[in-house]
Each structure stands twice: as structure tokens, then as C-alpha cells.
């Protein structure tokens, strides 16, 4: 499985983004699909997960992005987004893209077996 994040960029406080991830390889419609990302001198972070369970999706945020962010999924084109709104100087960070088999530990970035590259988010106050 190979994950391509895209997207990333300049924006000035209060401005949007949309991150865009490509799935590629082993059949995408079951995976758990997530958003984490990582400022520098910080650990990495836990930003968005989505995953379906027969014909519901389900999204969980983390607290400091709930209202902001939204992760969605186009299982057609393999594809999974972030849409960013409001944006914040704390939100400055390398956005990556992961993938996981399963529904468990989906807020710990250490079960998740796929990673992209990371697309770089810089907000500007």
C-alpha cells in the first residue's frame, strides 16, 4: 500500500486548505484512513480518522481540530481529504496521511502500517 499526501502550502491565519491523500495497492474500501501531523519540537499528533463499517462511515477528530477540519473519503477514486478551515498558527505542521487494517487503537499513530510522505502546512499569523 503506498500513500501520496498533496496539498499542502502557505496560508494566513483564518484562511482554508484542503489536503488531499492518494491510496494506492491493496483494497482501500476497508481501511481505516487518518490524518496525523507533527510541528517541530513536538510529537506527533493525532488530527482525523475515517472508516466505514458496512455503509456507515464513521469520523472522530482530535480536540483541538473538532469544528475546524473535516476527513472524508472517496472510495472510487482512492482517495482521502482534510478540508482545513479556520486555520491557526498552531496548526502549522507536516500533515501526514496513514492507512490501518482494523478498528481498534485508531488514535495511535503507532498501529497504523501505512504512512505517506507528509505535506507541510504553514499558517501565518
Known amino acids: 500500500v503506498q500513500l501520496q499526501a498533496s496539498g499542502g502550502g502557505l496560508v494566513q491565519a483564518g484562511g482554508s486548505l484542503r489536503l488531499s491523500c492518494a491510496v494506492s495497492?491493496?483494497?482501500?474500501?476497508?481501511?481505516?484512513l487518518a490524518w496525523f501531523r507533527q510541528a517541530p519540537g513536538k510529537e506527533r499528533e493525532f488530527v482525523a480518522v475515517?472508516?466505514?463499517?458496512?455503509?456507515?462511515?464513521?469520523?472522530y477528530y482530535g480536540d483541538s481540530v473538532k469544528g475546524r477540519f473535516t476527513i472524508s473519503r472517496d472510495n472510487a477514486k482512492r482517495m482521502v481529504y482534510l478540508q482545513m478551515n479556520t486555520l491557526k498558527p498552531d496548526d502549522t505542521a507536516v500533515y501526514y496521511c496513514?492507512?490501518?487494517?482494523?478498528?481498534?487503537?485508531?488514535?495511535?499513530?503507532?498501529?497504523?502500517?501505512?504512512w505517506g510522505q507528509g505535506t507541510e502546512v504553514t499558517v501565518s499569523s
Open positions: 475515517i472508516r466505514r463499517t458496512g455503509v456507515t462511515v464513521y469520523t
Open positions: 495497492g491493496r483494497t482501500f474500501s476497508t481501511f481505516a
Open positions: 496513514a492507512a490501518k487494517d482494523g478498528l481498534r487503537d485508531l488514535y495511535s499513530g503507532e498501529k497504523y502500517e501505512y
